[in-house]
C-alpha cells in the first residue's frame, strides 16, 4: 500500500459524489459533454487570494504567473483579483490582451524572446523583464524603429536560491537573467539609451512550503534589490520579488505558513532601506494561486487483474497529468492526491493501480493506493491539477487529444 497525497481543502460531497464549486463530479462530466476534463472552482481561486490578501503586507502586490494556468477563463476570472500578469511569450500575451487586460499591467519574463515576441510587448507597453545584454540591445533596436521608448525590468540571476525549492532557478550558471554583478552596468545603458526603466526581477524558486527559506529568499532579495539600486543610481520603479510558494502535493507535505510568511515581510518592508522607499514591490505566483483549485477527472474504461494486481484503467493519463504521473520533474514517483470521485468518502477497500489510457508504463495516476471499489464507469479525481496540467503536459502524445475544461 501507498498513500496518496492530502486532498487540499475546499471540496464537499454531495449524493456520494465529490464536489465542486457544490457541483457534483458526474453532472460537471456531464455539462463537458466529456472525459477527461478539468475543473476549476472560481469560488477556490478566490478564497486564495483572499488569503494571500490577509497575509501579505498591502504594499506588496500579486502577480499571476499565466503559465501555471492560461485558460482562458482562467486568465479572466484572475483579472479583477489580482495586480499584474506575468507572461513568458507573445502568446500568453494574446491570451491577456484577450481578457482585456490592460498591457501596464503585464511584464515579460522568459530566456529566448523572439524579435517579433519583443516588437508586440513593446508596442503594446508590456515590461520586458530583461534577461541578457543582447535581449537589452535587440529590445532597444526595436523600440527605436516603433517610436516607443521600451518599459524594461531587469532580471537579476542572485549568487543565492531559495534553499528546499523543487526547481532552482537563480543561483550559479544559469540561462535565466543576468548575473548579479552585471546588472547596474546593464541597467544604467538601457537607461542612458532611452528605455523606460521599471526596476527589477529576482525569481529565487518554486514549489517551496518551508515558510523559513521563503522568508530567508525574501530577505536576500530585499537586501539586493537595495545594493543593486544604489549600484545603478537611478530609483527603482519596481520589484518583482518573486513567489516559490508551494502547494501540498505529496503524503507528508504541509501547507506553506502564511501567516509566518507574510509577518515577516510585513517587518522587512516597514524597515526598507531608503533606496527602496518609493519602490512598488509585487509577488509573482503561479502553483500556490490555482494549483489547488483545479481537479482532473477521468473516467473508468476497464477494470482488470494481472498477477493478483487490480487496475483501474481510464480514459486520461499523463497526456495531461505529466505531473501526477510522476514524469515532471519528480524522481521518485509519489502518488498525488487523488480519489474516486463518484464514490466520494466511501470507505477505502481495495489497493489499485489507477493508469491511463496510453501505451506506456509511465501512465499511472495512482500507484497501489487504497480505494473504495470502482466499476466501469466512475469517475477519479487527481487533486492539485489546477496548475501544470492541461497545457504543461504532452496532449498530443499517441492522439487521445487535449482534456475539456471548465470553470465553475
Ligand atoms: C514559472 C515561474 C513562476 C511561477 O512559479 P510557480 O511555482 O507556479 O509559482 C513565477 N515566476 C517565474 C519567472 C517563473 O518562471
Known amino acids: 500500500m501507498k498513500p496518496v497525497g492530502p486532498i487540499p481543502p475546499g471540496f464537499e460531497t454531495i449524493g456520494g459524489e465529490l464536489a465542486i464549486s457544490g457541483r457534483r463530479a458526474s453532472e460537471l462530466a456531464a455539462e463537458a459533454g466529456r472525459t477527461p476534463l478539468f475543473v ?109 521608448a521600451p518599459r524594461i525590468a531587469v532580471r537579476v540571476n542572485p549568487s543565492f536560491v531559495i534553499t528546499g525549492s523543487g526547481m532552482k532557478m537563480g543561483g550559479g550558471a544559469k540561462q535565466f537573467g543576468v548575473d548579479a554583478e552585471r546588472v547596474p552596468a546593464l541597467a544604467k545603458h538601457l537607461i542612458a539609451q532611452g528605455a523606460e526603466w521599471r526596476g527589477l526581477h529576482i525569481f529565487t524558486g518554486s514549489q517551496t512550503l518551508s515558510a523559513e527559506a521563503i522568508i530567508e529568499a525574501q530577505a536576500n532579495v530585499l537586501g539586493l534589490a537595495a545594493e543593486l539600486t544604489e549600484a545603478i543610481g537611478a530609483p527603482c520603479p519596481k520589484l518583482n520579488m518573486g513567489g516559490g510558494l508551494g502547494i501540498p502535493y505529496f503524503p507528508g507535505d504541509t501547507p506553506v505558513d502564511l501567516p509566518k510568511v507574510g509577518a515577516a515581510l510585513a517587518e522587512r518592508v516597514a524597515h526598507l532601506p531608503s533606496t527602496l522607499a518609493e519602490t512598488e514591490l509585487c509577488m509573482e505566483l503561479g502553483r500556490f494561486l490555482v494549483g489547488e483549485a483545479g481537479v482532473y477527472l477521468t473516467r473508468v474504461i476497464d477494470r482488470k487483474q494481472s498477477h493478483g494486481v487490480i487496475f483501474l484503467v481510464t480514459d486520461g493519463g499523463l497526456h495531461h497529468q505529466l505531473a501526477a504521473s510522476g514524469n515532471f520533474g519528480t524522481v521518485v514517483r509519489r502518488n498525488y492526491p487523488s480519489a474516486i470521485a463518484t464514490r466520494y468518502g466511501a470507505e477505502a477497500t481495495e489497493e489499485v493501480n489507477i493508469v491511463g489510457c496510453l501505451c506506456t508504463p509511465l501512465d499511472r495516476l495512482a500507484d497501489n493506493a487504497m480505494m473504495p471499489r470502482a466499476e466501469v464507469g466512475d469517475l477519479v479525481a487527481v487533486f492539485c491539477a489546477g496548475a501544470y496540467g492541461a497545457t504543461a503536459s504532452p496532449s498530443a502524445f499517441l492522439g487521445h487529444g487535449p482534456a475539456a475544461e471548465l470553470l465553475v
Open 40 to 148: 476549476y472552482s472560481r469560488a477556490m481561486l478566490d478564497a486564495r487570494v483572499a488569503q494571500l490578501r490577509a497575509a501579505l503586507p498591502s504594499r506588496v502586490g500579486l502577480n499571476f504567473a499565466v503559465k501555471a494556468n492560461p485558460h482562458p477563463a482562467v486568465i479572466a476570472h484572475m483579472a479583477p483579483l489580482v495586480d499584474g500578469f506575468d507572461i513568458a511569450s507573445a502568446g500568453e500575451l494574446k491570451l491577456c490582451e484577450a481578457a482585456g487586460i490592460d498591457p501596464r499591467r503585464i511584464s515579460f519574463a522568459g530566456p529566448g524572446k523572439r524579435d517579433a515576441e519583443l516588437e508586440a510587448a513593446i508596442a503594446a507597453g508590456v515590461t520586458l523583464n530583461c534577461e541578457s545584454e543582447g535581449e537589452g540591445d535587440r529590445a532597444l533596436a526595436i523600440g527605436q524603429r516603433l517610436g516607443i
